[in-house]
């Protein structure tokens, strides 16, 4: 099968490099197709006229988001409206990611795919705008919303898992946020699960996929140093006493109600620091 992975060079993208390397794939980033100039990225789409496409691009700085609304708006919104369009033109499967975010976060028994969204920040406000295009521009779809990614470091990006690593080896003591919660998602567990869900011809539509368990990031963060076996000053701090500009919702938990369950978080993430 002929498919292109959007976004390659990020920490999910290679991993769907990877997964579907026995199959056709063109891997494109931002060199090979600028998502967000509508003819480009019609044309480039439709003259290679892949089976499934794969969208894991995106403008993910939740706090300057605040000060590039437009560019934030672009990416993660219209670019995906563009995309949608031109897979619907040659009835190519599209996969496109989302977040926890397009939620306002005060539910704490979480957010099933048919809640209703209300995001609280730019960054938010620029996802629901790309679910939205593509609900309106794509008939076979597959809008995943997914929660705290990490993995192997792409495109000089770490995640948090990484970036606690590298504080800790500066031996200073470490803040780390206990009331804000969500599912910290190792992207092989995802990118397996997005596999999985086009395999087994699941209806189009929207999905939740993350790894199991509800966590906060001095959770997260605890976890890694103890797994690691590392001993760190690691403080609990509530969210005010970190200077953001943008709000987060107290709650990115996002319930799986439609398909199977990944594993806990906590086994997946054993996994990720010990290979």
Known sequence: MKILILGAKGSLGQTFVDLYSDH???AWDRQELDITDENLAHDHITELAPKLIINCAGYNNVDQAEDEREAADSINGYAVGFI???ADE???ILVSYSTGQVFDGGNASGYNEDDETRPVNA???SKLLGEME???????YYLIRTCWLYGQPAAGKKSFTDIMLDLAAGH???NAVTDEFGKPTFVVDLAQATRALIEERKPFGIYHLTNSGVASRYDWAKEIFAIKKMKVNLQAMDASF???KAKRPKYEVLNNTKFIELRPWTEALKEYLNT
């Not at 593509?134 to 076979?140: D, H, I, N, R, T």
């Open 84 to 86: 949608a369009r031109a």
């Open 242 to 244: 970190f200077e953001r």
């Open 24 to 26: 056709e794939v063109s």
């Open 123 to 125: 960054y938010g406000k």
């Open 172 to 174: 200073q003591p470490i």
């Open 90 to 92: 040659i009835g190519a």
């Open 134 to 140: 593509l609900q309106e521009k794509a008939e076979k």
